[in-house]
């Protein structure tokens, strides 16, 4: 029997963790000197009153060694085999502390995604699927790392000053986005974040242009299934990308999940990203 875990960074929904029995390692949330569990003790709408109304201030750390040593023993003993997938290592030490704890273990494996949130979280989903089937390791290993350079996982933040708060741009780039009203596009490519097109007006508006950007006459699209992950967008607001999505791409899944606290603590509570495999 094969175990897949993964950092609390892929943003799957409860509904696929239980389905396939994914054991989750989370992260940790600073806010100023306290230390949460990312999605054990601290949910995003906790980040967004910490920051907006409390004004603190919120960050991630990875997982250290001695907390994957732990839960690799634990989840070792329970199986032949374990694979575990991280966030991307551009993003977090949490990759190469997970590969340090692994060398104490035979049957642990430790695959760097190369991506991030549900980017990521297919990877995950394909893995647990291969376990279910009964792959050898080996084999969903060597899929999985072929599989990392076809994950394409983009979003379109709202606000900057999340962004500006962590580092990641300046506090006049973020206040200039908000006077012209532009809604940047993230991309991560080759386990890196970078900034792709920047679209103006509405939130919503933006959203519709974004989908249209990445899937209109593509064919280079594996259309089994693709994630819209989102911190705490409104319902009428995901309701609208599932639409735009449809006129786009026939896809046999449209499956919406909550991103957690790593891309809260970055990217703000109206951030949304359409998150999908490439053939």
Do not use: W
């Not at 634990?74 to 991280?86: F, R, Y």
């Not at 000053?161 to 991560?188: F, H, M, N, T, W």
């Amino acid at each position: 029997m094969i175990k897949i875990s993964a950092d609390s960074t892929c943003d799957l929904s409860p509904q696929i963790i239980n389905q396939y029995d994914i054991k989750i390692i989370p992260l940790a949330v600073l806010v100023d000197d306290r230390e949460y569990r990312d999605g054990v003790d601290i949910t995003p709408a906790d980040v967004f009153r910490f920051v907006d109304e409390e004004g603190k201030s919120c960050k991630t750390s990875a997982v250290n060694i001695y907390e994957y040593q732990k839960r690799f023993e634990e989840l070792s003993g329970q199986c032949d085999a374990l694979i575990h997938i991280n966030i991307s290592s551009e993003f977090s030490a949490c990759h190469q502390n997970a590969c340090t704890a692994a060398e104490n273990f035979k049957n642990v494996y430790v695959l760097d995604s190369r991506n991030l949130s549900s980017g990521s979280g297919h990877i995950v989903l394909e893995a647990a699927m291969m376990a279910q089937k009964g792959m050898e390791p080996d084999k969903i290993m060597a899929a999985l790392k072929e599989l990392t350079q076809k994950v394409e996982a983009s979003f379109v933040i709202d606000r900057l000053d999340y962004l500006a708060k962590g580092g990641r741009c300046s506090a006049l780039q973020a206040q200039g986005a908000k006077l012209l009203r532009l809604k940047p596009c993230i991309e991560v490519i080759d386990g890196k974040m970078s900034v792709g097109r920047k679209f103006q007006g509405s939130f919503d508006r933006c959203l519709a242009e974004y989908v249209k950007d990445r899937l209109k006459d593509r064919t280079d699209i594996d259309c089994s299934r693709i994630f819209v992950t989102h911190p705490m967008c409104s319902e009428q607001t995901v309701e609208k990308v599932k639409a735009e999505i449809k006129k786009y791409a026939d896809f046999k899944e449209i499956i919406e999940t909550r991103a957690g606290c790593t891309i809260s603590c970055h990217c703000g509570p109206n951030t949304l990203g359409i998150l999908f495999i490439r053939k």
